[in-house]
């Protein structure tokens, strides 16, 4: 890994800590669940979103490279894409509810 990667990764990871640290002693009843779940919310909604673009992106290129070899077959090929394309979407969703369920569930204390 580049040493810039590193670096920012070792700050994103860092800053719950920092947060934490400001606190008063007796305001601190959370610990270190909150910060953590608002970051694995957030990694976990960024690579979702990013996975699901890039597959869906392939989706719709390998269905027109399909189309354009076989004219007749576009409108199968095309429902076929839509629901590949719904069920792909769909993943997004669920990663999004999870994000939610670690967000307010799990309220951030401190």
Known sequence: MSRSLMLALGAVFAFPG????QAP????????????????AGVGMALAAGLCGLGQGRAVAAAVDAMAR????A?????????GLALIESLAIYVLVVAMILLFVQPIKG
């Open 18 to 21: 920092l947060a934490a640290a």
């Open 25 to 40: 002693a007796a305001a601190q009843t959370g610990g270190w669940v909150g910060p953590f779940a608002v970051i694995a």
């Open 70 to 73: 076989q004219p007749a077959a």
């Open 75 to 83: 409108a199968r090929i095309q429902t076929a894409m839509i629901i």
